[in-house]
């Protein structure tokens, strides 16, 4: 693997704590403008940085880990686990 592709990667899970921390912000103790703030702030973040990534590692990788972020293949099962004997 080389380090374009490493780095696409680690961009890729750097996104991610900034997609988690915007549903925190509203039980913080800030006010309402701040918090509206923060939110665009983080959500730009992390499209920038989960969309450069994906820009690094290239079409198929991109496809494969973008998969695992989507919330409706997390309880799916794998027929293919099934089918080897």
Sequence with gaps: MNWKT???ILLMII???A????PVLP???IDSETKITLGT???IIGEVLFWSGGL???KELFTKYKSYFNPKN???KDDKKDDIV
Excluded: Q, T
């Design 19 to 22: 997609f988690l921390a915007i």
């Design 27 to 29: 039980f913080l103790d």
């Design 6 to 8: 490493k780095l696409g």
């Design 56 to 58: 690094l590692v290239g």
């Design 15 to 17: 996104s991610v704590p």
């Design 41 to 43: 702030i983080l959500l």
């Design 74 to 76: 997390w309880f799916k």
